[in-house]
Protein backbone atom coordinates (compact mmCIF):
# COMPACT_ATOMS: atom_id res chain seq x y z
CA UNK A 1 0.00 0.00 0.00
CA UNK A 2 1.68 3.36 -1.16
CA UNK A 3 1.51 6.06 1.29
CA UNK A 4 0.98 9.65 0.00
CA UNK A 5 4.40 11.64 0.14
CA UNK A 6 3.18 15.00 0.50
CA UNK A 7 1.74 13.57 3.87
CA UNK A 8 5.52 12.43 5.07
CA UNK A 9 6.33 15.93 5.73
CA UNK A 10 3.17 16.11 8.72
CA UNK A 11 4.18 12.83 10.44
CA UNK A 12 6.45 13.45 13.78
CA UNK A 13 6.17 10.75 16.59
CA UNK A 14 5.48 6.86 16.16
CA UNK A 15 4.26 4.34 18.54
CA UNK A 16 6.16 1.09 18.08
CA UNK A 17 4.76 -2.06 19.57
CA UNK A 18 7.20 -5.25 19.47
CA UNK A 19 5.38 -8.65 20.84
CA UNK A 20 7.47 -10.95 18.68
CA UNK A 21 8.36 -13.67 21.66
CA UNK A 22 8.26 -13.14 25.13
CA UNK A 23 9.24 -9.61 25.57
CA UNK A 24 6.25 -6.79 25.77
CA UNK A 25 7.26 -3.91 24.24
CA UNK A 26 6.33 -0.32 23.09
CA UNK A 27 8.81 3.06 22.16
CA UNK A 28 7.80 6.17 20.78
CA UNK A 29 10.44 7.27 18.34
CA UNK A 30 10.64 10.47 15.84
CA UNK A 31 10.65 10.48 12.21
CA UNK A 32 14.32 11.96 13.19
CA UNK A 33 15.01 8.81 14.73
CA UNK A 34 15.20 10.44 18.57
CA UNK A 35 14.32 7.57 21.21
CA UNK A 36 11.17 9.53 22.89
CA UNK A 37 10.60 6.41 25.52
CA UNK A 38 11.16 2.44 25.64
CA UNK A 39 9.26 0.08 27.63
CA UNK A 40 9.99 -3.53 27.89
CA UNK A 41 7.84 -5.76 29.93
CA UNK A 42 10.05 -9.11 30.63
CA UNK A 43 8.15 -12.70 30.84
CA UNK A 44 11.60 -14.28 32.25
CA UNK A 45 10.09 -15.11 35.43
CA UNK A 46 7.02 -17.12 34.04
CA UNK A 47 9.11 -19.42 32.10
CA UNK A 48 11.99 -20.03 33.94
CA UNK A 49 10.57 -23.14 35.12
CA UNK A 50 10.40 -24.75 31.99
CA UNK A 51 13.99 -23.84 30.47
CA UNK A 52 12.02 -22.13 27.71
CA UNK A 53 9.36 -19.72 25.98
CA UNK A 54 6.17 -21.33 26.37
CA UNK A 55 4.16 -20.12 23.17
CA UNK A 56 0.87 -20.25 25.23
CA UNK A 57 2.16 -18.89 27.74
CA UNK A 58 3.88 -15.91 26.50
CA UNK A 59 0.85 -14.98 24.31
CA UNK A 60 -1.59 -14.84 27.22
CA UNK A 61 0.90 -12.34 29.35
CA UNK A 62 1.39 -10.28 26.37
CA UNK A 63 -2.59 -9.79 26.63
CA UNK A 64 -2.43 -8.64 29.56
CA UNK A 65 0.80 -6.39 29.60
CA UNK A 66 -0.04 -4.57 26.08
CA UNK A 67 -2.28 -1.69 27.12
CA UNK A 68 -0.52 -1.19 29.92
CA UNK A 69 3.17 -0.99 28.77
CA UNK A 70 1.99 1.39 25.52
CA UNK A 71 0.54 3.47 28.14
CA UNK A 72 3.71 3.74 30.01
CA UNK A 73 5.27 4.18 26.67
CA UNK A 74 3.38 7.13 25.82
CA UNK A 75 3.57 9.25 29.62
CA UNK A 76 7.42 8.57 29.74
CA UNK A 77 7.62 10.13 26.02
CA UNK A 78 5.11 12.54 28.08
CA UNK A 79 2.60 12.33 25.06
CA UNK A 80 -0.95 10.69 24.29
CA UNK A 81 -2.71 9.68 21.60
CA UNK A 82 -3.47 12.52 20.17
CA UNK A 83 0.38 13.34 19.58
CA UNK A 84 0.93 9.95 17.43
CA UNK A 85 1.15 10.29 13.80
CA UNK A 86 2.06 6.47 13.00
CA UNK A 87 1.59 2.91 15.02
CA UNK A 88 4.22 0.41 13.40
CA UNK A 89 4.08 -3.17 14.60
CA UNK A 90 6.51 -6.33 14.20
CA UNK A 91 4.48 -8.77 12.56
CA UNK A 92 7.17 -11.43 10.80
CA UNK A 93 8.69 -13.59 12.07
CA UNK A 94 8.31 -14.76 15.96
CA UNK A 95 5.40 -16.67 17.68
CA UNK A 96 2.05 -16.55 16.13
CA UNK A 97 0.26 -16.16 19.22
CA UNK A 98 2.30 -13.26 20.65
CA UNK A 99 2.68 -11.74 16.67
CA UNK A 100 -1.63 -11.19 17.12
CA UNK A 101 -1.24 -9.51 19.99
CA UNK A 102 1.22 -6.92 18.98
CA UNK A 103 -0.84 -6.26 15.95
CA UNK A 104 -4.50 -6.43 17.03
CA UNK A 105 -3.48 -3.79 19.38
CA UNK A 106 -1.82 -1.56 16.48
CA UNK A 107 -4.59 -2.18 13.93
CA UNK A 108 -6.96 -1.09 16.77
CA UNK A 109 -5.13 2.14 17.32
CA UNK A 110 -4.68 3.04 12.98
CA UNK A 111 -8.17 2.24 13.63
CA UNK A 112 -9.82 4.43 16.09
CA UNK A 113 -7.08 6.97 15.44
CA UNK A 114 -7.33 6.97 11.46
CA UNK A 115 -3.50 6.39 11.46
CA UNK A 116 -0.87 4.75 9.14
CA UNK A 117 -0.51 1.04 10.00
CA UNK A 118 3.41 0.07 8.93
CA UNK A 119 4.98 -3.23 9.48
CA UNK A 120 8.00 -4.50 10.69
CA UNK A 121 10.17 -7.07 10.14
CA UNK A 122 12.11 -8.47 13.44
CA UNK A 123 14.93 -9.51 11.77
CA UNK A 124 15.62 -6.97 9.69
CA UNK A 125 14.98 -4.50 13.03
CA UNK A 126 17.72 -6.44 14.92
CA UNK A 127 19.97 -4.69 12.19
CA UNK A 128 18.69 -1.46 12.07
CA UNK A 129 19.23 -0.88 15.65
CA UNK A 130 23.12 -1.03 14.62
CA UNK A 131 22.07 1.88 12.45
CA UNK A 132 20.22 3.69 15.46
CA UNK A 133 23.35 3.06 17.92
CA UNK A 134 25.97 4.52 15.29
CA UNK A 135 23.91 7.42 14.27
CA UNK A 136 24.84 7.23 10.66
CA UNK A 137 24.32 5.11 7.75
CA UNK A 138 25.77 1.83 8.31
CA UNK A 139 24.20 -0.05 5.02
CA UNK A 140 24.96 -1.63 2.89
CA UNK A 141 26.96 -4.19 5.19
CA UNK A 142 26.75 -7.92 5.88
CA UNK A 143 24.17 -8.78 8.97
CA UNK A 144 24.54 -11.42 11.46
CA UNK A 145 21.35 -12.05 13.51
CA UNK A 146 22.18 -14.17 16.56
CA UNK A 147 19.48 -14.79 18.90
CA UNK A 148 16.65 -17.66 20.71
CA UNK A 149 15.51 -18.13 17.34
CA UNK A 150 17.79 -17.07 14.55
CA UNK A 151 21.44 -17.13 13.61
CA UNK A 152 21.49 -16.00 9.90
CA UNK A 153 23.79 -14.32 7.58
CA UNK A 154 22.17 -11.63 5.10
CA UNK A 155 23.42 -8.95 2.86
CA UNK A 156 21.85 -6.21 3.77
CA UNK A 157 21.79 -4.08 0.43
CA UNK A 158 19.62 -1.34 2.43
CA UNK A 159 17.09 -1.16 5.82
CA UNK A 160 14.69 -2.79 3.43
CA UNK A 161 16.77 -5.27 1.04
CA UNK A 162 18.12 -8.34 2.66
CA UNK A 163 19.26 -11.51 0.84
CA UNK A 164 19.14 -14.46 2.61
CA UNK A 165 23.02 -15.48 2.35
CA UNK A 166 22.52 -18.71 5.14
CA UNK A 167 21.00 -19.56 8.44
CA UNK A 168 21.14 -23.02 10.99
CA UNK A 169 20.02 -25.76 9.81
CA UNK A 170 18.72 -27.03 12.78
CA UNK A 171 18.54 -25.03 16.18
CA UNK A 172 19.62 -21.55 16.85
CA UNK A 173 22.35 -20.18 18.81
CA UNK A 174 20.01 -18.85 21.77
CA UNK A 175 18.16 -21.83 21.34
CA UNK A 176 21.72 -23.79 22.35
CA UNK A 177 22.53 -21.60 24.93
CA UNK A 178 19.10 -22.04 26.80
CA UNK A 179 19.40 -25.97 26.37
CA UNK A 180 22.95 -26.18 27.40
CA UNK A 181 22.34 -23.92 30.82
CA UNK A 182 19.67 -26.38 31.55
CA UNK A 183 21.89 -29.43 31.44
CA UNK A 184 24.25 -27.24 33.23
CA UNK A 185 21.39 -26.66 35.79
CA UNK A 186 21.86 -22.79 35.23
CA UNK A 187 18.88 -20.78 34.78
CA UNK A 188 16.65 -19.33 32.26
CA UNK A 189 18.23 -17.52 29.98
CA UNK A 190 20.55 -19.17 29.31
CA UNK A 191 23.12 -16.83 27.57
CA UNK A 192 23.66 -14.61 30.26
CA UNK A 193 23.72 -17.95 32.65
CA UNK A 194 26.38 -19.65 30.68
CA UNK A 195 28.31 -16.56 30.24
CA UNK A 196 28.90 -15.69 34.06
CA UNK A 197 29.71 -19.11 34.48
CA UNK A 198 32.00 -19.65 31.59
CA UNK A 199 34.27 -16.57 33.33
CA UNK A 200 35.45 -19.35 36.11
CA UNK A 201 36.10 -21.66 33.41
CA UNK A 202 38.34 -22.98 31.01
CA UNK A 203 37.45 -22.93 27.44
CA UNK A 204 40.06 -25.52 26.55
CA UNK A 205 39.50 -27.87 29.17
CA UNK A 206 36.56 -29.91 27.26
CA UNK A 207 36.83 -30.70 23.79
CA UNK A 208 33.72 -30.19 22.05
CA UNK A 209 32.90 -29.91 17.84
CA UNK A 210 32.75 -27.36 16.01
CA UNK A 211 29.45 -28.17 13.34
CA UNK A 212 30.34 -26.97 9.27
CA UNK A 213 33.07 -24.76 10.71
CA UNK A 214 35.19 -26.72 8.21
CA UNK A 215 32.45 -26.65 5.33
CA UNK A 216 32.08 -23.87 2.40
CA UNK A 217 28.75 -23.12 3.50
CA UNK A 218 27.27 -20.56 4.89
CA UNK A 219 25.25 -22.66 7.28
CA UNK A 220 25.56 -22.96 10.97
CA UNK A 221 24.48 -26.24 13.13
CA UNK A 222 24.24 -26.11 17.09
CA UNK A 223 21.78 -29.64 17.51
CA UNK A 224 25.09 -31.29 17.46
CA UNK A 225 27.56 -29.28 19.62
CA UNK A 226 24.22 -29.30 21.95
CA UNK A 227 24.16 -33.25 22.10
CA UNK A 228 28.22 -33.33 22.25
CA UNK A 229 27.57 -31.37 25.62
CA UNK A 230 24.60 -33.83 26.91
CA UNK A 231 27.28 -36.80 26.59
CA UNK A 232 29.49 -34.88 27.88
CA UNK A 233 27.39 -35.04 31.53
CA UNK A 234 26.02 -38.07 31.15
CA UNK A 235 27.75 -40.47 28.45
CA UNK A 236 24.90 -42.93 27.01
CA UNK A 237 24.35 -45.99 29.00
CA UNK A 238 25.46 -44.43 32.63
CA UNK A 239 24.07 -42.80 35.30
CA UNK A 240 23.97 -38.94 35.85
CA UNK A 241 25.78 -37.24 38.36
CA UNK A 242 26.11 -34.45 40.07
CA UNK A 243 28.67 -31.54 38.40
CA UNK A 244 31.05 -29.82 40.60
CA UNK A 245 31.04 -26.11 40.14
CA UNK A 246 34.37 -26.58 38.93
CA UNK A 247 33.41 -28.81 36.01
CA UNK A 248 30.03 -26.59 34.77
CA UNK A 249 32.23 -23.81 34.88
CA UNK A 250 34.73 -25.46 32.38
CA UNK A 251 31.70 -27.32 30.31
CA UNK A 252 29.99 -23.36 30.04
CA UNK A 253 33.10 -22.13 29.05
CA UNK A 254 34.12 -24.46 26.20
CA UNK A 255 30.43 -24.53 24.93
CA UNK A 256 30.78 -20.57 24.78
CA UNK A 257 34.20 -20.97 22.90
CA UNK A 258 32.76 -24.01 20.52
CA UNK A 259 29.91 -21.79 19.74
CA UNK A 260 31.66 -18.64 19.53
CA UNK A 261 33.87 -20.18 17.19
CA UNK A 262 31.25 -21.24 14.74
CA UNK A 263 30.02 -18.00 14.76
CA UNK A 264 32.53 -15.94 14.27
CA UNK A 265 34.58 -18.22 11.58
CA UNK A 266 30.91 -18.25 9.35
CA UNK A 267 30.72 -14.58 9.44
CA UNK A 268 34.23 -14.47 8.13
CA UNK A 269 33.79 -16.38 5.20
CA UNK A 270 30.37 -14.39 4.55
CA UNK A 271 32.24 -11.36 4.59
CA UNK A 272 35.22 -12.99 1.86
CA UNK A 273 32.21 -13.46 -0.04
CA UNK A 274 30.62 -10.66 -0.19
CA UNK A 275 33.67 -8.36 0.43
CA UNK A 276 31.79 -6.55 2.69
CA UNK A 277 33.08 -3.90 4.63
CA UNK A 278 30.89 -3.41 7.12
CA UNK A 279 29.32 -5.63 9.50
CA UNK A 280 26.55 -5.03 11.72
CA UNK A 281 25.82 -7.64 14.09
CA UNK A 282 22.07 -8.14 16.81
CA UNK A 283 19.60 -10.14 18.50
CA UNK A 284 19.91 -11.35 21.65
CA UNK A 285 23.04 -13.60 21.58
CA UNK A 286 24.81 -10.07 19.89
CA UNK A 287 25.23 -9.38 24.63
CA UNK A 288 27.54 -11.77 24.58
CA UNK A 289 31.09 -10.64 25.84
CA UNK A 290 32.95 -13.32 23.88
CA UNK A 291 31.31 -13.19 21.11
CA UNK A 292 31.51 -9.24 21.12
CA UNK A 293 35.76 -9.72 22.03
CA UNK A 294 36.38 -12.16 18.64
CA UNK A 295 33.86 -9.94 16.35
CA UNK A 296 35.98 -6.99 17.76
CA UNK A 297 39.60 -8.34 17.13
CA UNK A 298 38.61 -9.83 13.71
CA UNK A 299 37.00 -6.98 12.73
CA UNK A 300 40.36 -5.06 13.70
CA UNK A 301 42.44 -7.03 12.31
CA UNK A 302 40.72 -6.88 8.76
CA UNK A 303 40.05 -3.19 8.81
CA UNK A 304 35.99 -4.13 8.91
CA UNK A 305 33.44 -1.48 10.62
CA UNK A 306 31.70 -3.20 13.33
CA UNK A 307 28.49 -2.33 14.49
CA UNK A 308 26.95 -3.87 17.56
CA UNK A 309 24.09 -2.24 19.59
CA UNK A 310 24.39 -1.89 23.28
CA UNK A 311 22.73 -4.74 25.20
CA UNK A 312 19.48 -3.16 26.16
CA UNK A 313 19.34 -2.74 21.67
CA UNK A 314 20.02 -6.54 21.45
CA UNK A 315 17.60 -8.21 23.31
CA UNK A 316 13.95 -8.06 21.83
CA UNK A 317 12.56 -4.28 22.22
CA UNK A 318 10.38 -1.79 20.71
CA UNK A 319 13.04 0.85 19.87
CA UNK A 320 14.80 -1.23 16.85
CA UNK A 321 11.07 -1.26 14.70
CA UNK A 322 12.10 2.76 14.40
CA UNK A 323 12.79 0.94 10.91
CA UNK A 324 9.67 2.30 9.94
CA UNK A 325 10.69 5.40 9.67
CA UNK A 326 12.58 3.50 6.54
CA UNK A 327 9.30 2.52 4.89
CA UNK A 328 7.40 5.54 5.57
CA UNK A 329 10.26 7.51 4.09
CA UNK A 330 9.35 5.21 1.05
CA UNK A 331 5.98 5.48 1.10
CA UNK A 332 4.96 1.75 2.29
CA UNK A 333 2.03 1.34 4.76
CA UNK A 334 0.12 -1.53 5.18
CA UNK A 335 -4.09 -1.89 4.78
CA UNK A 336 -5.90 -2.95 8.23
CA UNK A 337 -5.70 -6.79 7.26
CA UNK A 338 -2.32 -7.21 7.05
CA UNK A 339 -1.46 -10.51 9.04
CA UNK A 340 1.11 -12.23 10.47
CA UNK A 341 4.04 -14.72 9.58
CA UNK A 342 5.25 -16.48 12.06
CA UNK A 343 7.81 -18.25 10.06
CA UNK A 344 10.71 -16.41 7.92
CA UNK A 345 9.32 -13.38 6.22
CA UNK A 346 8.11 -14.46 2.65
CA UNK A 347 10.32 -12.19 1.05
CA UNK A 348 13.62 -10.14 1.68
CA UNK A 349 13.47 -6.84 -0.12
CA UNK A 350 10.24 -4.60 0.72
Known amino acids: MSFVRAEIAVLKNILILESTCDETAAAVVTMEREVLSSVVASQEHLHEKYGGVVPEIASRAHVERIVPVIDEALRRANLSLDDIDAVAVANTPGLAGSLLVGLAAAKALCLARGLPLVAVNHLQAHIYACRLAAGHEVFPCLGLIVSGGHTSLYRCT??????????????????????????????????????????????????????????????????????????????????????????VADLAASFQEAAVDCLVGKTLLALKRTQMRVLCVGGGVAANARLRQRLGDEARRLGIALHIPPLSLCTDNAVMGAIAVERLLAGLVEPLDLDVYPGLVRQTSR
Open 158 to 247: TPLEFELLGGTIDDAAGEAFDKVASLLGLPFPGGPSIEKAAQGGDPRAVSLPRPLLDSDRLEFSFSGLKTAVRYRICPPGTAATALTPRA
